[in-house]
């Protein structure tokens, strides 16, 4: 007990009860609401992923600043001015976006519908597998390329507003239509949402891995790079000979056959039924102990 006191003598000295008035509540209401939001729209964006590991920084800070590691703490104070120069210009396509959308009005309710499109997000289904399998190997016989991204968890919004809007269902028929030569829709790459194609013709960044082939082309190089920034499925169907790649998560598995993408399209899916049950399960936690409590106070 007494070590718990000191603790808090030491380090929460500065924790205090003050009196609260009408106006703070309003005021905590009002940041609550902006930090939700900020906070849906960077887990919408690239942004999440960078901003994750910002937090597992400040997580050894802090406790570098409870056990007093002062080497730590004054590299950390000495770099703070840095780093905050640094997150501006990591966060900058995402914070000019923001302040875009701010100018326009439209701040609020496009976060309030980015995170309700993520909250209802369709997983895909095995007819939407079997129909991208076959697409993808109809147009390897006949070399006609192609770049198709599977979207998972984290939403591809910045790369689909660079294409040009599509929400159709997916089939064969169609995939290949986009990527037939000299059609509007066949340069870049198509964005799938669960079941349906939401954007076409929509840019991705390279990647600057200097260990990849010098032999891949531009198509390559781009599904590698956009798996290296979010946790996309990307499919290639390579132009010069055919052949059907997957990159995910920066490795490109190269050459594969209908069975093995099946394969990873399937393990893909599993992995959001899995997730789906974890949901359902919580759920019904939280119903069972509404029950409960209910029956206690009868």
């Known amino acids: 007990m007494q070590g718990f006191e000191t603790f808090v003598k030491n380090y929460l000295f500065w924790v205090h009860l003050p009196e609260i008035t009408r106006t703070d509540i309003v005021e905590i209401l009002i940041i609550s609401v902006l930090v939700y939001n900020i906070m849906v ?24 600043a409870i056990f007093q590691m002062n080497t730590i703490l004054w590299l950390a104070e000495r ?3 840095v780093g905050i120069t640094a997150l501006v210009i990591i966060f900058q396509p995402e914070l000019r976006k923001a302040l875009e959308s701010l100018g326009q009005k439209k701040f609020f309710s496009g976060l309030m519908f980015m995170d309700l499109q993520r909250n209802n997000t369709e997983r895909y289904s095995e007819r939407t597998v079997t129909e991208l ?9 006949v070399k006609t390329g192609a770049l ?25 028929q169609l995939i290949i239509n986009i ?17 349906r194609i939401v954007s076409a013709t929509c840019y991705l960044p390279l990647s600057d891995n200097l260990h990849l082939s010098k032999e891949l082309g531009t198509r390559h190089r781009a599904a590698v790079g956009v798996s290296e920034v ?4 990307t499919i290639v169907v390579s132009e010069e000979t055919g052949k059907v790649s997957v990159a995910e998560k ?8 209908p069975e093995r993408l099946k394969e990873r399209l399937m393990a893909n899916q599993k992995l959001f039924e899995d997730t789906g049950r974890l949901e359902k399960l919580k759920r019904r936690l939280k119903e069972h102990g ?3 409590s209910q029956n206690g106070d009868k």
């Open 148 to 172: 198709i991204v599977v979207e998972r968890e984290i939403v591809l919004a910045e790369f689909e507003r660079t294409g040009i809007p599509l929400d159709a269902m997916v089939s064969n």
């Open 41 to 64: 729209w960077i887990k919408n964006t690239r942004a999440w992923v960078l901003f994750k590991g910002l937090i597992v920084i400040l997580g050894f800070i802090f406790l570098a």
């Open 79 to 81: 770099t703070l001015s």
């Open 133 to 141: 399998v076959k697409a993808c190997f109809e147009m390897g016989k």
């Open 290 to 292: 509404k029950e409960t």
């Open 230 to 233: 979010n946790d996309s499925l």
């Open 179 to 195: 990527f037939e030569h000299n059609t509007p829709l066949h340069d870049g790459a198509v964005i799938i949402r669960g079941n």
């Open 250 to 257: 920066g490795k490109l598995e190269r050459d594969i056959t």
